[in-house]
């Protein structure tokens, strides 16, 4: 109520927000914390069949203070399994302040994000640091398209841009556009401003992501699938996100609570894990 404005009708939810928080609630499905952490979803993927979009890691560490610098090349992301906003982005490496970085992600993986937003599916993920090859897409700055399905259907698509500064934190200055599943541009603005001062064209292999997307998601009531997409032919998969803003979102206008909530199906009380 204090972010939106608005109270939450939880015993008939019918919104966006209204249904994030029922799920964050009363559905417990231990997949969600499996798909939840940056490294165990990998295996899932895997066992889907799309280990093809995977990203290969550079290393996985249990401590900061295990991490061999030296062994590492000039560019690289590093980030934890278990939290969101935690990234780091090293260019050049002989430049790069590895005891800042180490300071960082010490802070980084004593954070609980269960604490932060009640997300359950934080709560029991062993901390772990991953680190990555930096991906870009040539002169163009990396676009995020997330795909938000339920039961294995892809409802729409939030496209993101300028979402990372160039150390890695998330930009205050992000913006993003809402499609629905053909593309056809949404009017609603999503607690980010709308981009509308260039065209973000349609995907070239959109089918394809759709298709991915969908075959991740058929466990879930809602998953919201992230996917780069690089030179208008590589689909690189980003993560899993299962309760989109925490439940907290500013929609504009107001109409587009129920249509956008329409994109999450409840699962009868009775059938929920628990």
């Known amino acids: 109520r204090r972010s939106c404005g608005t109270p ?63 062994l590492l090349p000039d560019q690289f992301y590093i980030k934890t399994n278990n939290s969101s906003a935690t990234n780091i982005r090293c260019d050049d490496l002989s430049a790069f302040d590895t005891k800042h970085a180490t300071k960082r992600l010490r802070l980084y993986m004593k954070r609980n994000h269960y604490a932060l937003s009640r997300e359950w599916n934080y709560k029991e993920i062993t901390p772990r640091l991953i680190i990555e090859p930096v991906i870009d897409n040539g002169n163009d700055s990396l676009v995020d398209y997330r795909f938000f399905c339920s039961y294995g259907n892809c409802h729409g698509i939030f496209v993101d841009i300028d979402t990372a500064d160039s150390t890695g934190r998330h930009r205050a200055d992000a913006r993003r556009n809402v499609y629905d599943r053909d593309w056809n541009l949404l009017d609603v603005q999503v607690t980010r401003p709308r981009v509308l001062d260039k065209d973000i064209p349609r995907p070239k292999r959109l089918l394809d992501m759709i298709r991915y997307a969908e075959e991740l998601s058929q466990p879930f009531p809602s998953c919201r699938v992230d996917f780069y997409y690089l030179n208008d032919e590589r689909i690189i998969f980003g993560e899993l996100t ?32 628990h």
Do not use: M
Request: charged letters at 20%; hydrophobic letters at 35%.
């Open 242 to 273: 299962f309760f989109h803003g925490g439940g907290n979102n500013k929609i504009s206008p107001r109409s587009y609570e129920k249509i956008l909530g329409s994109w999450i199906t409840i699962p009868d009380q009775h059938d929920a894990p």
């Open 8 to 70: 939450l009708d939880l015993r008939q939810p019918t919104t966006f927000d209204e249904r994030i928080w029922w799920l964050k609630l009363h559905y417990r499905d231990p997949l969600i914390t499996t798909c939840t952490d940056k490294i165990a979803v990998r295996d899932y993927v895997r066992n889907c069949g799309l280990s093809h979009i995977l990203l290969p890691l550079l290393a996985i560490y249990s401590t900061p203070q295990e991490i061999e610098w030296s």
